[in-house]
């Protein structure tokens, strides 16, 4: 006899309704989501009207709740789809933006127009072809054999601002949350300010709350935490500074392995965010492969060179911070156009944000370390006291480097793919200023490490490491 659970005994009709939804998933929606979805959008505030304007266009088959009246054919019956639209740009569009003005939510959106578009259509490239193109009436017959899988959907929304008198100084704010369109969602968003032109956001997903021309305070404060949450998340930079500090014992020479790391990836960071590196495809591939060999470096120093040479290691910690700065930048890139007029304030709270993440993790990492040696040396009491000292090095940096030598090789095999993109670039101009630019680049990391150089042989206590074995021994069993 066929066993059921109780479940079924107690709820027949809850169970074989479920029974229904996983044989028929499909007929529950009305359509699938899209794999991609390219949105453009203008926003436009303007003082003497005392509204704000955003004209939105998106695919039309993202409105996945709206059954689309059809022809015989199949084509899109325009005429009926466009009664439907105003109810759609509401549920789809509008009740997802909230849009703010010197930090106070406004109301809801009001839809003004909306109208089905063909795929062709070019209206969106200017705020003004948009507006006129939103304003025009629909001709049917134009639309003819469109199917719905490629019309556009057009919308024009509509927020009632502060009196003209206030709001030419306001400061507004937009969270698009427009990501549920789509599996993927490419966003184009268009500011047009009539004072500073027209400033441009290119996003993917959900960008969060984007101050449209922001402050100074909300550029810093916007940074610095970008900053936090890169290092925080980014774990090849952590293993590469946990494999710099894994043979460190004292606090001293840790602080100039911080110290040169900071300046050196602040360096190629700042560089890189104004534009002093090479736009080739293959960069950002290479660089990301030259970080996972810095970890694997580290980790085989860490095991087999002497404590004389492991202690000495600000210059390493330099010269592949400079390679780091490079993938810093990688991260920042999409995130500076938020910046509006403060790219250098902005560049300055990003690097912030890296220093005090990457403290709070030294925070936490060396007193960790601390703990495990004693530890260590008291289960291993009778084993040779290098041993002793060096397990947990040992250990921990065999570790780092299985790790990183497969992200290593992952990451050499994808810059392989690149190898049809190298060639020798062409003996211009732009090279030439480009040469000009790296090499003042290098002459400004040349420089910046000899003057570490001369700081620390000037103040000894911050020397690298060296000392008579006792104190190297007192310092390690503290």
């Given amino acids: ?271 890189a965010a104004l534009g002093v590196v090479p736009s080739a495809l293959w960069f950002p591939p290479f660089v990301e492969a030259l970080i996972a060999l810095s970890i694997v470096w580290l980790a085989i120093e860490n095991v087999l060179l002497s404590r004389d040479r492991l202690e000495r290691r600000w210059r390493m910690a330099f010269g592949f911070g400079l390679i780091h700065g490079f993938g810093f930048s990688f991260a920042l890139g999409e995130q500076l156009q938020f910046a509006g007029r403060h790219l250098v304030t902005s560049l300055a709270a990003f690097n912030v944000g890296v220093e005090l993440g990457q403290l709070l993790v030294l925070t936490a990492a060396v007193p960790a370390l601390v703990i495990v040696r004693r530890y260590v040396r008291g289960s291993f009491a009778h084993a040779d006291a290098s041993v002793r000292a060096d397990a947990v090095t040992i250990v921990g940096s065999v570790l780092v480097a299985h790790v990183a030598w497969h992200w290593m090789t992952e990451r050499f095999a994808t810059l392989g793919e690149f190898r049809g993109s190298f060639s020798l670039p062409a003996l211009d101009a732009t090279f030439a200023l480009g040469a000009m630019r790296a090499a003042l680049l290098a002459a400004v990391a040349v420089a910046v490490a000899l003057a570490m150089q001369q700081i620390l042989r000037a103040v000894p206590w911050l020397g690298d490491g060296a000392g008579t074995g006792a104190a190297r021994a007192t310092t390690d069993d503290a």
């Fill in 1 to 271: 006899m066929l066993y059921l659970p109780p479940m079924v005994h107690q709820t027949p009709l809850r169970f074989l309704l479920c029974l229904l939804a996983l044989a028929l998933p499909r007929a529950l929606g009305s359509h699938e989501v899209p794999a991609r979805v390219a949105i453009i959008a203008f926003v436009a505030p303007d003082a003497a009207a005392g509204k704000l304007t955003l004209a939105v266009r998106v695919p039309l088959e993202a409105m996945r709740d709206l059954e689309f009246p059809l022809h015989a054919d199949g084509s899109l019956d325009v005429a009926a789809v466009t009664a439907l639209l105003p109810e759609a740009a509401r549920l789809w569009v509008a009740g997802y933006l909230t849009v703010w003005q010197d930090g106070r939510a406004l109301g809801d959106a009001r839809v003004v127009s909306t109208r089905v578009s063909l795929p062709s259509d070019r209206s969106f490239e200017t705020y003004e072809s948009a507006r006129a193109h939103l304003a025009a009436p629909t001709r049917a017959e134009e639309m003819a054999g469109l199917r719905w899988q490629q019309a556009m959907f057009d919308l024009e929304l509509e927020y009632s601002i502060a009196s003209a008198e206030s709001s030419s100084r306001s400061l507004f704010a937009i969270e698009p949350r427009l990501a549920h369109l789509g599996v993927r969602t490419t966003t184009v968003m268009r500011l047009q300010l009539p004072e500073r032109g027209e400033r441009v956001f290119t996003y993917t997903g959900d960008p969060g709350r984007i101050e449209l021309d922001p402050g100074i305070a909300h550029a810093a404060g916007r940074f610095v935490a970008e900053g936090f949450r890169h290092i925080l998340g980014g774990i090849d930079h952590l293993l590469f500074i946990l494999c710099l500090v894994l043979p460190v014992r004292r606090w001293r020479p840790l602080v100039a392995i911080v110290t040169a790391f900071t300046l050196a990836h602040s360096l190629t960071l700042g560089a």
